[in-house]
């Protein structure tokens, strides 16, 4: 991930002498390291894990450290997040005992939090500080049992925050107001020009409904060339092995129509819904992170224009714009990923071309 001040910049926007960025067409990039900062730990810090159940009190204090760098990235009102995080938050923990109010403390770390695994937790690892006491043990065990769950659930709203904008949302929303018609000084819209958008708007309408996707879904479309046959290119999608070769990851894959597959240790499953040898891969296909029980379309058709050429046609429509967790970089990453993650490096490992 590119960090904050170092983007293209052709796509980055400089101030210019009005000021002006209108509707955000060109990159607008927010630093939101201080923002996160605030956001975090108005969060995590005094949250009550336990309120003296079992004789035992438990709470988070402070969020002592956040290192990293977050930002976003603003184009035509589109947020585009980028973040990678390490923090700290402090917890205490105090018991009554014969001798009097025993009090221990500990830290709860996060190693890495990014946009990359925006849809996954990260990882939470809580220690002691000091000597492991039995009642050092017992108040580690019970912020690991009830105080992991209501921290990770915190840093999802920091997620689904950043997702919206983080502290551009405010800017955004304020843009999103409605084009007024223009009127004529009566107050009323000029006749002649309110007589022509009424007559062209049936035809538009129907021309628009023709090409929008659903509300709320994308469709995503690209074309890619291989220095290969088209059944070698068929053989290597459908095979598992392969894929565990070039993604580095687990796959289960089924060559039946029906057959159910699963990618890239389980975040992505789906089923074959047909299959033409050489020829055409059309599958149900979704993200773990999606919400449940959507699936989007996706058909890969294969064309061997000469000997040892091969163009893939990808398309793949009822992609959602927002996961479960409300991130909205669902359509961005799954295009990047098939680029990435799929079709450059099959080129890299079995040697198709660049």
Known sequence: MAKYGEGDKRWIVEERADGTNVHNWHWAERDCLEWSRARLSSLLAGLTVLDGEGGLSVRTTTLDKLDGEAYVNIRKGKVIPGYELSLTLSWEAEATSESGVVKVSGAAEVPYLADENADEDPDLRITVRGEETPLARRAKDAFFARGKPLVLEKIREYVSAMAKGGPAKDELDSKKTPTKAATAPGGTATGAASAAKEEAA???????????????FKTIEMTEKFYCRAKDMYEILMDENRWKGFTQSNAKISKEVGGE??????????????????????QKWRFGSWPDG??????????EPESGVTIIKLKQTDVPEEDKYGNSTVVENTERGWRELIFQRIRGVFGFGI
């Open 202 to 216: 049936p035809a538009a309408k129907e021309k628009k409904a023709k090409a929008k996707d659903k509300e709320g």
């Open 261 to 282: 597959f699963s990618l890239f240790d389980g975040s992505i499953t789906g089923v074959n819904e047909e299959l033409q040898e050489g020829k055409l891969i059309a």
């Open 294 to 303: 959507l699936y989007s379309s996706v058909r890969l058709v294969f064309d």
